[in-house]
C-alpha cells in the first residue's frame, strides 16, 4: 500500500502553480489537503506522473466578511468552520456541518476547495454550498470564471474544473436577519460517509414570520448534490408546521430516485432523505427565529 | 525522472534532514529513515488513525501526508511524550494506570490526538474526547479504558486549575 513514483511539485504562488497544470495536464494533479487524495494514490487507484502541491500558496488561504459576502479561500481548512468565530457569525451552516466531515485528525488538514474539487457525492460541503447558493471561483489559463455551485457538480467525482483550472476560492451571501441554518446527516458510523444528509437555509419574513425563502439540498441521493425545490416551494408563504412539514416528506420522496448503496436500498434513502429535509426546516426556522430574538 | 529529495524539518524538537523520494509518507520516513518506530502503520488510507502525529500542533495522518510536505514543519511524534529517563508522563501513567491498551499498536496515534486536545482544552468533557478519539480503531480495549484514563487526565488538571 504505497503510492507509484511522481514528480513533486511545490509552487510558491498561484501563477507559478498554474503555469505548472498547465504544462503537464492529465499527467497533473492538484494536491490539497489530500485527504482523499493519498488514501487512492496508495491503493493505486490513482498514479498522477506529476503532484502540484498547492498548500504553499499564499492566494488560496483565509477568509474574508465584506460587502455581504463571504469568501472563503480553496485551501480553508475542515477545523476552520469550527474555530473562526467571524464565520460562525456570517454562515452558521459551515459549523453545523463541520463536526460531520471525517475525524478531527482528517479535519486538521483536509480543505474546503479540495472537496469540492473531488466532488464525492456523499460529501458534506458541495451540499452546504448549494445550500448557502455559493458560487465557485476557478482560476484557469485564460483568467478567473465563476460558476454557481448548481452547474459546478457535474458527477460523480466529475466537476466543471479542468486539468490545468485551481479551484480558488467561494464566496456566497453572508447570513441575513431572520436567516436559519441546520445541517444533519446519517452514516453508519460518526466520520463515516453519509448514507442520507440534508442542509438548509431558511429565511422568514419580517412581519408574519412565515417562510419567505428556503434553500435546502441533499447529498448521497444522486451524483451530485440535488436542490430539493420541490420541497422549497411547498414551503414558501407558510409555517413549519406537521401538516406543511408532512408535505415536505412528501414532495421529498416524490422527486428523488437515488442508486441503492451497499448500506442503504434506495427506498430507505429517500424515508431518510425526506425525513432529514422535516427536520432541518424545522431547525433552521427555530434558529432562524432564535437569532431574531 | 522523480529523484529523491532533501526534507528539512524538525522532529520532537531537533532539526532533522533526511533525503527520501517524494512518495514517500511521512509515516515511512519517520519509522525508516528516522528509525522513530512508535508510529504505527495500520490501515495506510487514513481510517484506523494509528499513525497519527502532530503537525505543527494539529493531530494528523502520517500516512496521509508525504515527507517532502513536511519541508520546515514542526513534527511530533509518541516518542516525545516519555522523559529523558523513558518515565512515561502523565497521560501515558493513567493509561498504564486504567488498562488503556492491550496489544498497543494504536496507542501511539491515540496518545497523540490526546496530547493535541489536553494542550488545547486541558479540561475537555467526556464527550470530547470521545470526540477526538472517534477517528482511531482500537481492537482490544472497546474505548471504555482509554477514556477513563483521558477522564482522569481532565479531572486532575481541573483540580490544578482551581
Known amino acids: 500500500m504505497k503510492p507509484s513514483a511522481f514528480t513533486y511539485h511545490r509552487p510558491a504562488n498561484l501563477s507559478e502553480a498554474l503555469e505548472t497544470l498547465g504544462r503537464y495536464q492529465d499527467d497533473a494533479k492538484v494536491l490539497a489537503g489530500g485527504q482523499s487524495l493519498v488514501p487512492v494514490m496508495n491503493f493505486r487507484l490513482a498514479a498522477p506522473e506529476h503532484l502540484v502541491d498547492i498548500n504553499r500558496v499564499p492566494e488560496l488561504s483565509g477568509?474574508?466578511?465584506?460587502?455581504?459576502?463571504?469568501?472563503?479561500?480553496?485551501?480553508?481548512?475542515?477545523?476552520?468552520?469550527?474555530?473562526?468565530?467571524?464565520?460562525?457569525?456570517?454562515?452558521?451552516?459551515?459549523?453545523?456541518?463541520?463536526?460531520?466531515?471525517?475525524?478531527?485528525?482528517?479535519?486538521?488538514?483536509?480543505?474546503?476547495?479540495?472537496?469540492?474539487?473531488?466532488?464525492?457525492?456523499?460529501?458534506?460541503?458541495?451540499?452546504?454550498?448549494?445550500?448557502?447558493?455559493?458560487?465557485?471561483?476557478?482560476?484557469?489559463?485564460?483568467?478567473?470564471?465563476?460558476?454557481?455551485?448548481?452547474?459546478?457538480?457535474?458527477?460523480?467525482?466529475?466537476?466543471?474544473?479542468?486539468?490545468?483550472?485551481?479551484?480558488?476560492?467561494?464566496?456566497?451571501?453572508?447570513?441575513?436577519?431572520?436567516?436559519?441554518?441546520?445541517?444533519?446527516?446519517?452514516?453508519?458510523?460518526?466520520?463515516?460517509?453519509?448514507?442520507a444528509g440534508v442542509a438548509a437555509v431558511v429565511t422568514l419574513d419580517a412581519d408574519t414570520d412565515l417562510i419567505a425563502d428556503a434553500r435546502i439540498a441533499a447529498i448521497s441521493v444522486a451524483d451530485v448534490p440535488v436542490r430539493l425545490s420541490a420541497a422549497e416551494d411547498v414551503l414558501r408563504g407558510r409555517a413549519p408546521d406537521p401538516d406543511v412539514l408532512g408535505e415536505v416528506r412528501t414532495a421529498v420522496q416524490d422527486v428523488l430516485d437515488p442508486p441503492p448503496a451497499l448500506k442503504a436500498s434506495a427506498a430507505y434513502k429517500k424515508r431518510t432523505t425526506a425525513a432529514l429535509a422535516a427536520h432541518v426546516v424545522e431547525r433552521a426556522c427555530a434558529e432562524a427565529k432564535r437569532e431574531a430574538a | 525522472m522523480t529523484g529523491t529529495q532533501t526534507v528539512a524539518f524538525v522532529v520532537n524538537g531537533e532539526p532533522r534532514s533526511i533525503t527520501v523520494e517524494p512518495r514517500t509518507l511521512l509515516a515511512d520516513a519517520l519509522r525508516t529513515d528516522l528509525r522513530l518506530t512508535g508510529t504505527h502503520l495500520g490501515c495506510e488510507h487514513g481510517?484506523?488513525?494509528?499513525?497519527?502525529?502532530?503537525?505543527?500542533?494539529?493531530?494528523?495522518?502520517?500516512?496521509?501526508?508525504?515527507?517532502?510536505?513536511?519541508?520546515?514543519?514542526?513534527?511530533?511524534?509518541?516518542?516525545?511524550?516519555?522523559?529523558p529517563d523513558g518515565e512515561l508522563n502523565s497521560l501515558q501513567h493513567r493509561f498504564q494506570q486504567h488498562h488503556g491498551l492491550q496489544c498497543g499498536y494504536c496507542t501511539p496515534g491515540i496518545l497523540m490526538s490526546l496530547t493535541s486536545l489536553f494542550r488545547d482544552n486541558p479540561v475537555p468533557t467526556e464527550g470530547e474526547i470521545r470526540d477526538q478519539i472517534q477517528g482511531h480503531i482500537c481492537r482490544c480495549t472497546g474505548y471504555q479504558q482509554m477514556v477513563d484514563a483521558a477522564v482522569e487526565e481532565a479531572t486532575t488538571n481541573a483540580g490544578e486549575a482551581r
Open chain 1, 63 to 195: 477568509h474574508e466578511v465584506a460587502g455581504g459576502t463571504v469568501r472563503m479561500g480553496a485551501l480553508t481548512r475542515h477545523h476552520e468552520l469550527l474555530s473562526s468565530p467571524g464565520l460562525r457569525a456570517a454562515a452558521p451552516l459551515l459549523p453545523l456541518v463541520g463536526p460531520f466531515i471525517g475525524h478531527p485528525q482528517i479535519r486538521s488538514v483536509g480543505t474546503l476547495g479540495g472537496s469540492l474539487a473531488h466532488a464525492d457525492a456523499s460529501a458534506e460541503l458541495p451540499g452546504a454550498m448549494l445550500a448557502l447558493d455559493a458560487t465557485i471561483v476557478i482560476r484557469g489559463p485564460s483568467g478567473e470564471r465563476r460558476v454557481p455551485a448548481g452547474a459546478f457538480f457535474r458527477s460523480y467525482f466529475t466537476t466543471a474544473l479542468e486539468p490545468d483550472d485551481i479551484l480558488t476560492a467561494v464566496e456566497f451571501p453572508v447570513r441575513r436577519d431572520r436567516q436559519g441554518a441546520a445541517f444533519r446527516e446519517v452514516a453508519a458510523r460518526h466520520g463515516d460517509f453519509a448514507v
Open chain 2, 47 to 83: 481510517v484506523c488513525g494509528a499513525c497519527t502525529v502532530i503537525i505543527d500542533g494539529r493531530p494528523v495522518r502520517s500516512c496521509l501526508t508525504f515527507a517532502v510536505q513536511a519541508e520546515g514543519r514542526e513534527v511530533e511524534t509518541v516518542e516525545a511524550l516519555a522523559g
